[in-house]
């Protein structure tokens, strides 16, 4: 008999709460246009994220700071459960979000800072043979910088332990100036096989660093009837699956990616600068593809819309993410505009057999119709082999060095361009802790002279000038830190 009761009470409970799940559907869709009015009402137009006294934070880093009322804070006040489905959340909350800073699960890291955040954000997608490489750029960047960094590190997930151990067994005093975190490669799950495959392996995940994925979430409510409790684990169970979306780098307003083949010869914090230099209207940053139309290749064979008059090259591209999040962009594909996640899949549909460099062309497209969108910065911050293989043409590296080199084609791995590499292996060799002087430019400047055959070993005087800026200033802040008898650290 009490079997019996049992399961009538189950099927009660089962009715009254697919009663509750349709009433909340329909309450949110006469709700959903309410819902956008106020949202759009909210949101001020072209924001900056770098004008004084605006309503967004002062300077790149954690969106939890953009605001007077913090979104992370509002969100934990939500509580996300049957009754209170995540499609009843505002509309500028993300559900997994409030699911996971709610009662049903606390992230114990979510409490944002008050200060500032003088962090530089990075993010870089490593897959296949890659770890050494994008350890190296790491150590590039580390051992310029001035300021603390934090790593935001897309991996296949056989490459986690080598990072972890890795970044681990470096000295004390140089981790104390970044923090990493580790993500797996990450995917809609609709096409991840054609995404994964579009170009180098895993090269558009780049592609959605700014935006919700779907994903499946299984959160298991479970009833057990008893005189005493309601909680417990037996046979008689309820099972509430729910569904949300993972949003990839939610506290990150400003974000610079680069491709694991690249090298800082200047302090990352001279790159990230650049944001303070966006109008109202650009959310991303770019280098052109070509300085020269003749050689260029998009200008010569591009048989899709590309950006300006030789193309972009998405190897280092800078972000404010607030804004790209944001942003309904013009497209060819309707007379309505998308935001970022909407756009991607059909441009691929329709120019996939028209693209050659995968994510990099569809940036091209995207940004072909959205001009006003993208802040160009010179050919020395994304310098490339095709800026002296034929000649040199990048100007503002003759006049002031490289700041950033990118060694595409693989040429810190072979010897057709011993320049390129000859750098690569200057920063991998160089022991941490020991004089930049003696044991990583002069060791460089030797290497460069038997490089002089090709025209990028020529050109190699515009390596060694930013360079060597950066390693003077390095130097000069050690001692002064020794000369003032205690050791000083910057921390994250």
């Known amino acids: 008999m009490r079997c019996y009761f049992h399961a009538f009470f189950l099927c009660v409970v089962f009715t009254f709460c697919s009663l509750l799940y349709v009433l909340s559907k329909v309450a949110s869709s006469l709700e959903e246009g309410e819902e956008e009015s106020s949202v759009r009402n909210r949101r001020v137009p072209h924001r900056s994220s770098h004008d004084a006294g605006h309503l967004l934070r002062k300077g790149p880093g954690l969106l939890g700071l953009r605001q007077p009322e913090n979104e992370l804070d509002r969100c934990k006040s939500l509580s996300v459960s049957y009754w209170n489905p995540y499609w009843r959340l505002p509309a500028d909350v993300c559900g997994v979000n409030c699911l996971l800073e709610s009662t049903l699960g606390e992230r114990p890291d979510s409490a944002v800072k008050a200060h500032s955040d003088e ?261 020395q911050w994304n310098y490339r082999p095709d800026h002296c293989m034929y000649g040199s043409n990048c100007q503002q590296a003759e006049q002031e060095g490289v700041f950033i080199l990118h060694g595409n084609r693989g040429v810190y791995h072979n010897d057709k361009q011993p320049a390129f590499r000859a750098v690569y292996e200057a920063i991998q060799k160089y022991p941490f802790g020991e004089n930049m002087e003696a044991l990583l430019l002069e060791p460089l400047e030797e290497s460069l002279q038997a490089a002089t055959h090709t025209y990028c070993g020529r050109a190699s005087h515009t390596f060694t000038r930013s360079l060597k800026q950066s390693v003077t200033s390095v130097q000069q802040d050690v001692t002064q830190r020794r000369q003032s008898g205690h050791h000083i650290e910057i921390t994250p």
């Open 119 to 379: 962090r530089s954000h990075l993010a870089v997608v490593a897959c296949g043979p890659r770890l050494e490489e994008t350890l190296t750029m790491m150590k590039s960047a580390v051992l310029f910088s001035q300021k603390p960094l934090h790593f935001y590190i897309f991996a296949e997930d056989n490459l986690h332990e080598g990072f972890r151990h890795s970044l681990d067994s470096w000295p004390s005093t140089v981790q104390t100036k970044f923090k990493f975190t580790l993500y797996s490669i990450t995917f809609p799950k609709e096409n991840a096989n054609e995404w994964k495959k579009l170009f180098k392996p895993c090269a558009s995940q780049r592609l959605f660093l700014p935006v919700c994925l779907e994903s499946s979430f299984i959160y298991m409510t479970i009833i057990h009837i008893r005189d005493d409790y309601i909680f417990a684990t037996c046979p008689h169970y309820f099972f509430l699956l729910l569904s949300f979306f993972q949003l990839i780098l939610k506290e990150v307003d400003s974000l610079l990616y680069v491709d694991t083949d690249i090298l800082f010869l200047n302090p990352v914090e001279d790159m990230w600068a650049l944001l303070s230099q966006f109008n109202s209207s650009q959310l991303a940053a770019m280098a052109p593809e070509h300085e020269e139309p003749r050689i260029g290749w998009y200008n010569r064979f591009a048989r899709h819309p590309y950006y300006g008059k030789t193309g972009i090259n998405s190897g280092v591209m800078l972000m404010n993410m607030t804004r790209l999040r944001e942003k309904l962009f013009k497209n060819d594909l309707t007379t309505v505009a998308l935001h970022w996640e909407q756009i991607l899949m059909p441009l691929l549909q329709k120019y996939k057999l028209n693209i050659t460099w995968g994510d990099q062309d569809l940036l091209n497209i995207i940004f072909h119709h959205n001009p006003e969108s993208l802040y160009m910065f010179p050919c």
